[in-house]
């Protein structure tokens, strides 16, 4: 079997790009292509778990490890570098370390915040996007707890959380932790402290069936929370949000303000490539773009669609989808080396899990419901096992969450 010697370019070292490096230095060898991974950063932290350093229950380094480690430096070249331009007709990539040229294209540059135009969001409100977001959103409360002591301001204590979505929930589940401590710490009576969620839509969780998320309100509600649901925001600034409840305009006042809410693909692909729609693109069965069977675009910043025809939908943006484009692209990149055809592609949804803080959770898991400890055991094992596929035992033993 002999392959033409091609430049496959791999951008973004997230879930969906790691996966497709670690799946090709498996099925490539160096006489096959000559691969490499551009990354903003010299580590991959996971995204999952940003919420956590959000709310100070880890240390963001705890979900880091740099690249290099996983990659086969005798396959692939690793570069540390921002993608500032993607020139899809030149086959060309610059970045701010320079130019690259490709005859494969696989871009997995993941996602970023998204604010729907809500006013002042952007400014006053802070994000879980990456790691240092997430700093960010932790220090300002840290900062606002210490401050407490000699402002005697409310507002210090006060944190809104916009939206009560998937990240939204799992942020306060985490909150319910390390705010606690942070009162120990700062000799602050825990009673004092407010944490209101604001959601626009009526459900919350709409992934769930109603019992589990009444679980989690429930759990939520009993360390604290107050859930206002069916109030949209209307505006952000710089002492909380205004929402409109009960037809009127209400504002709810708090320093530490963290949106929650919205994320989109990331913005180069509106620069790049036609007919995207918040940073994601529709993609063929195989995962190339209509038009460029050399480029597969994969993660949040693809529309991938559950079927054919008018009814069908793009599946959720998730990790688990994300691991999955991951592989099957360089599968298709194998066959494509080896003048065989494409496969298309099939998702295997084996669930979701929602924690609530590190000892608590719901989940709907091969089709089976959980809850409590036995959800929060599975979270650790999902968020292993990310580890695990990408970077193998020894990784997985030193960062993983099962010990
Ligand atoms: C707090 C939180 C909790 C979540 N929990 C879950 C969960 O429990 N389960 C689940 O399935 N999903 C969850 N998600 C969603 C999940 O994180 C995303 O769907 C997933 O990260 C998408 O993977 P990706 O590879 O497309 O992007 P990412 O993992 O975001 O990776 C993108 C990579 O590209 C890099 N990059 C970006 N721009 C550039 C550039 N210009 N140049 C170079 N490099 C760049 C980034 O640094 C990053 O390394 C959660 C998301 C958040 C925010």
Redesign the pocket.
């Known amino acids: 079997m002999s392959f033409e010697r091609q430049k496959i370019l791999v951008?973004?070292?997230?879930?969906?790009?790691?996966?497709t490096i670690s799946n090709l230095q498996k099925k490539l060898s160096f006489q096959d292509a000559d691969i490499t991974l551009?990354?903003?950063?010299e580590y991959?932290?996971?995204?999952?778990?940003?919420?956590?350093t959000?709310a100070g229950t880890i240390d963001w380094e705890r979900g880091t490890y740099p690249i290099n480690k996983v990659v086969d430096t005798q396959k692939v070249k690793f570069v540390p570098?921002?993608?500032?331009a993607i020139h899809k007709d030149e086959q060309r990539v610059e970045?701010n370390q320079g130019d690259f040229e490709y005859d494969i294209l696989v871009v997995?540059?993941?996602?970023e915040s998204e604010s729907f135009g809500i006013d002042g969001m952007d400014e006053h409100a802070h994000t879980?996007?990456?790691p240092e977001t997430?700093i960010a959103a932790r220090q300002e409360i840290e900062k606002n707890f210490a401050n407490y002591r000699s402002s005697g301001d409310e507002k210090d204590l006060s944190i809104l959380v916009g939206g009560g979505g998937?990240?939204g929930v799992?942020?306060l589940g985490e909150l319910t932790v390390s705010i606690p401590e942070l009162c120990e710490r700062y000799a602050i009576d825990k009673n004092k402290v407010k944490i209101t969620c604001v959601e626009a839509m009526p459900n919350m969780l709409p992934m769930f069936p109603e019992n589990l998320v009444d679980y989690a309100v429930n759990y939520l509600e009993d360390r604290g929370v107050e859930f206002k649901v069916g109030t949209p925001i209307i505006s952000a600034n710089e002492d909380g949000f205004v929402v409109k409840a009960d037809d009127e305009e209400q504002q709810i006042e708090a320093n530490n303000v963290i949106w929650?809410a919205g994320?989109r693909?990331?913005s180069?692909m509106e620069a790049s490539f036609d007919g995207v729609k918040r940073g994601r693109i529709v993609v063929t069965p195989d995962l190339t773009i209509e038009g460029y069977d050399n480029i597969y675009a994969?993660?949040?910043?693809?529309a991938v669609m559950n079927g054919e025809g008018e009814d069908a939908r793009p599946y959720p943006?998730?990790?688990?989808?994300?691991?999955q484009?991951?592989q099957h692209t360089a599968k298709n990149i194998a066959l494509t080396l080896n003048k065989e055809r494409r496969v298309p592609f099939e998702y295997d949804d084996k669930g979701?899990?929602?924690?609530l803080g590190p000892n608590d959770g719901i989940g709907l898991v091969f089709g089976r419901e959980i809850k409590g400890r036995k959800a929060a055991f599975m979270?650790r094992v999902?968020?292993s096992r990310a580890i695990l596929q990408v970077g193998g035992p020894m990784l997985a033993y030193s960062k993983g969450k099962l010990l």
């Not at 943006?317 to 691991?323: G, K, L, N, S």
């Open positions: 951008l973004g070292g997230g879930y969906a790009g790691l996966q551009i990354n903003r950063d991959h932290y996971e995204s999952t778990w940003l919420h956590e959000a570098a921002a993608v500032t970045t997995a540059l993941g996602f879980i996007v990456d997430a998937f990240t799992e942020f929650t994320v693909g990331n180069l994969i993660g949040d910043v693809a943006t998730t990790a688990q989808i994300a691991m484009l991951g979701t899990v929602c924690s979270k999902i968020d």
